[in-house]
T-cell receptor
Framework: SQKIEQNSEALNIQEGKTATLTCNYT??????LQWYRQDPGRGPVFLLL?????KEKRKERLKVTFDTTLKQSLFHITASQPADSATYLC?????????????FGKGTMLLVSP | EAQVTQNPRYLITVTGKKLTVTCSQN?????MSWYRQDPGLGLRQIYY???????DKGDVPEGYKVSRKEKRNFPLILESPSPNQTSLYFC???????????FGQGTRLTVV
């Protein structure tokens, strides 16, 4: 069956360090992968989209990699700040009844301490 | 301001009493969808719509209905709510299916 796996344990890091979050998937062949940030009780907010033919994408302190051979995406936040504390979700496109829909992983909580 | 607006934000209702959660977007997006989010289960898609009058089931459609009569609106209907539909609901819209999704603020529904 199709699965998207994100580390269910919270990631605790110190301010200034690089946070690395992992998204693994099985039995998917996504054309693209997205990362979102979600704060408690609020809707997810889009961060980055990377396509299958792209190895890496950057936006300010954020970097995403996409390895279709390993079936894995890594999400990095450099020079992390307490304000980066949130849950981060990866999402893949998959075909459903002939249409592409977005399926989300369960997310990994990131806690950045001062 | 570009946004997706859901109403109500909070709702407590009783089993069996029909309710509608509204969703409206002002970005002229073609694609809209509904998700529910439960602890330990993450975001799961209920229904989605590719355009006006075109809708399809997501992963957990049982007990829900939707309609898309206008491009901007995509209401979620619970004809006979049950306690297992207690959840946090999100509406989302996208310009197309494979682009970034914009989410509403969420509706926290409790069915007693």
């Amino acid at each position: 069956s199709q699965k998207i796996e994100q580390n269910s344990e919270a990631l605790n890091i110190q301010e200034g360090k690089t946070a690395t979050l992992t998204c693994n998937y099985t039995n998917y062949s996504p054309a693209y992968l997205q990362w979102y940030r979600q704060d408690p009780g609020r809707g997810p907010v889009f961060l980055l989209l990377i396509r299958e033919n792209e190895k890496e994408k950057r936006k300010e302190r954020l970097k995403v990699t996409f390895d279709t051979t390993l079936k894995q995406s890594l999400f990095h936040i450099t020079a992390s700040q307490p304000a980066d504390s949130a849950t981060y979700l990866c999402a893949l496109d998959r075909m459903n009844s002939g249409y592409s829909t977005l399926t989300f992983g369960k997310g990994t909580m990131l806690l950045v301490s001062p | 301001e570009a946004q997706v607006t859901q109403n109500p934000r909070y709702l407590i209702t009783v089993t069996g009493k029909k309710l509608t959660v509204t969703c409206s977007q002002n970005m002229n997006h073609e694609y809209m969808s509904w998700y529910r989010q439960d602890p330990g289960l993450g975001l799961r898609q209920i229904y989605y719509s590719m355009n006006v009058e075109v809708t399809d089931k997501g992963d957990v459609p049982e007990g829900y209905k939707v309609s898309r009569k206008e491009k901007r609106n995509f209401p979620l209907i619970l004809e006979s709510p049950s306690p297992n539909q207690t959840s946090l609901y999100f509406c989302a819209s996208s310009p197309q299916m494979n682009t970034e999704a914009f989410f509403g603020q969420g509706t926290r529904l409790t069915v007693v």
